[in-house]
């Protein structure tokens, strides 16, 4: 079974620019959740969606978004970049059936804000 | 607030045993998950605790005490691979995963 999969790897703008980042789940996962990891920061939850519906929200603002398609792919959105959303994003995916499922991460995006 | 903590860094000799500790406050408890995350690379899973107790595999164990908000995740016969930041995330009573910051485990031969 292939993995979880995330393009592009790197990705380097500039402020005030917007950002679309990619995610492709495994396959039979419904649920795909996003991820934002700085150093010293950990993960911080930015959302989670389920069949094409957000299903759950982290405490970032609404420049950050998020959708997902009918296969479970999920793009993740970030308008007017700022010099402080330079991380690695990561996104995980699980059968969404469960609370308790394990997640399995993708590689991660890492976005460079000039 | 929710809360996770763990030591930033530890350092360990290879073939010896370590163990990183995980407290935390959080808005309910549903379970506890640790995961390894090399650098530059993805975190992969290594073990999930709800109930008190340990869990082992193989040269991995989990311990669990819900009652003292505390977990800790113990690695025997240290391998050089071992080398790798590990994270702990508490699922809070909304089955969101609250993380901590990651013990960043240095082996030395």
């Known amino acids: 079974k292939a993995g979880v999969t995330q393009t592009p790897r790197y990705l380097i703008k500039t402020r005030g620019q917007q950002v679309t980042l990619s995610c492709s789940p495994i396959?039979?996962?419904?649920?795909v959740s996003w991820y934002q990891q700085t150093p010293g920061q950990g993960l911080q939850f930015l959302f989670e969606?389920?069949?094409?519906?957000?299903?759950n929200k982290g405490n970032f603002p609404g420049r950050f978004s998020g959708r997902q398609f009918s296969n479970s792919r999920s793009e993740m959105n970030v308008s007017t970049l700022e010099l402080g959303d330079s991380a690695l994003y990561l996104c995980?995916?699980?059968?969404?059936?469960?609370?308790?499922?394990?997640?399995?991460f993708g590689p991660g995006t890492r976005l460079t804000v000039l | 607030g929710q809360n996770i903590d763990q030591p930033t860094e530890m350092t360990a000799t290879e073939g010896a045993i370590v163990q990183i500790n995980c407290t935390y406050q959080?808005?309910?408890?549903?379970?506890l998950f640790w995961y390894q995350q090399h650098a530059g690379e993805a975190p992969t899973f290594l073990s999930y605790?709800?109930l008190d107790g340990l869990e082992e595999k193989g040269r991995f164990s989990s311990f669990l005490s819900r009652s003292k908000g505390y977990s800790y995740l113990l690695l025997k016969e240290l391998q050089m691979k071992d080398s790798a930041s590990y994270l702990c995330?508490?699922?809070?009573?909304?089955?969101?995963?609250?993380w901590g910051a990651g013990t960043k485990l240095i082996i030395k031969p």
């Open positions: 605790n709800v």
């Open positions: 969606y389920f069949s094409e519906t957000q299903r």
């Open positions: 995980a995916s699980s059968s969404g059936t469960g609370h308790t499922d394990t997640q399995y």
């Open positions: 959080t808005s309910g408890f549903n379970g």
């Open positions: 396959s039979g996962h419904r649920s």
């Open positions: 995330a508490v699922l809070d009573s909304n089955y969101q995963l609250i």
